[in-house]
């Protein structure tokens, strides 16, 4: 009889020991299972950007008092600059479905070909500091006189397109592309990329005007 008795208590005590180490298993299930679902909820998601739909291209003639002309997209607008001094004329081809802006710079030449070259270095190379790399292309379209080079920088720099023109005697135009917000690689490359497109149509269109031959104004001179 106090045998039985002693096997019904042990009985009993094991039972409870079951049930409690059940109920513990229990609870650490849950509590994974809650943990599970609050990571997903406060996990923050990946880094999403609006698609962008883009015009299609088409392009017009820009033609004014400078020296040049070239064709630039009927969704952009040149407008006039500041000039900081006599010798240097400033355009700005804007973009403002983009928010972007392709500054131009002209300057006549004076013998003074190389400090331009220098300079236009200078202006292409200080965005290194944020660039992961530069890479250059070279321009020259002999029969037109025109030459020149293109800076394309990578990374997250401020102006991530520049470039110079030049016929290397008595003109010289720089642009440098900068787009008005904090430089972002991921979310201003499909616009970059499209406006790049622009770019290099400006480039390939572009022209010296031709200047009055000598020989032939002072031809006309003796005729009157």
């Given at each position: 009889?106090?045998?039985?008795?002693?096997?019904?208590?042990?009985?009993?005590?094991?039972?409870?020991?079951?049930?409690?180490?059940?109920?513990?298993?229990?609870?650490?299930?849950?509590?994974?299972?809650?943990?599970?679902?609050d990571?997903?909820?406060?996990?923050?998601?990946?880094?999403?950007?609006?698609?962008?739909?883009?015009?299609?291209?088409?392009?017009?003639?820009?033609?004014?008092?400078?020296?040049?002309?070239?064709?630039?997209?009927?969704?952009?607008?040149?407008?006039?600059?500041?000039?900081?001094?006599?010798?240097?004329?400033?355009?700005?081809?804007?973009?403002?479905?983009?928010?972007?802006?392709?500054?131009?710079?002209?300057?006549?030449?004076?013998?003074?070909?190389?400090?331009?070259?220098?300079?236009?270095?200078?202006?292409?190379?200080?965005?290194?500091?944020?660039?992961?790399?530069?890479?250059?292309?070279?321009?020259?379209?002999?029969?037109?006189?025109?030459?020149?080079?293109?800076?394309?920088?990578?990374?997250?720099?401020?102006?991530?397109?520049?470039?110079?023109?030049?016929?290397?005697?008595?003109?010289?135009?720089?642009?440098?592309?900068?787009?008005?917000?904090?430089?972002n690689?991921?979310?201003?490359?499909?616009?970059?990329?499209?406006?790049?497109?622009?770019?290099?149509?400006?480039?390939?269109?572009f022209?010296?005007?031709?200047?009055?031959?000598?020989?032939?104004l002072?031809?006309?001179?003796?005729?009157?």
């Amino acid at each position: 009889m106090k045998k039985n008795k002693t096997l019904s208590i042990s009985y009993q005590l094991l039972r409870k020991v079951i049930t409690a180490s059940f109920l513990i298993l229990l609870s650490c299930v849950l509590f994974v299972s809650c943990g599970g679902d609050d990571d997903d909820t406060i996990a923050p998601k990946p880094r999403a950007y609006f698609r962008l739909t883009f015009p299609e291209k088409k392009y017009v003639k820009y033609d004014s008092i400078f020296p040049f002309t070239f064709e630039i997209p009927v969704y952009s607008k040149m407008e006039k600059g500041k000039s900081f001094n006599a010798e240097t004329s400033w355009l700005n081809l804007n973009f403002p479905t983009f928010n972007g802006t392709l500054n131009l710079t002209y300057k006549e030449l004076n013998g003074d070909l190389k400090e331009n070259l220098e300079e236009t270095y200078q202006y292409a190379s200080k965005h290194q500091i944020k660039a992961s790399g530069i890479s250059q292309q070279a321009i020259a379209k002999d029969s037109s006189k025109v030459y020149g080079l293109i800076y394309e920088i990578e990374g997250n720099a401020a102006s991530s397109f520049q470039f110079f023109l030049t016929d290397s005697t008595k003109h010289f135009l720089r642009g440098a592309l900068y787009f008005n917000a904090v430089p972002n690689t991921d979310s201003i490359a499909p616009v970059l990329k499209f406006i790049q497109k622009d770019i290099y149509h400006m480039i390939e269109t572009f022209e010296w005007k031709k200047e009055p031959n000598p020989t032939t104004l002072s031809s006309q001179k003796k005729k009157k």
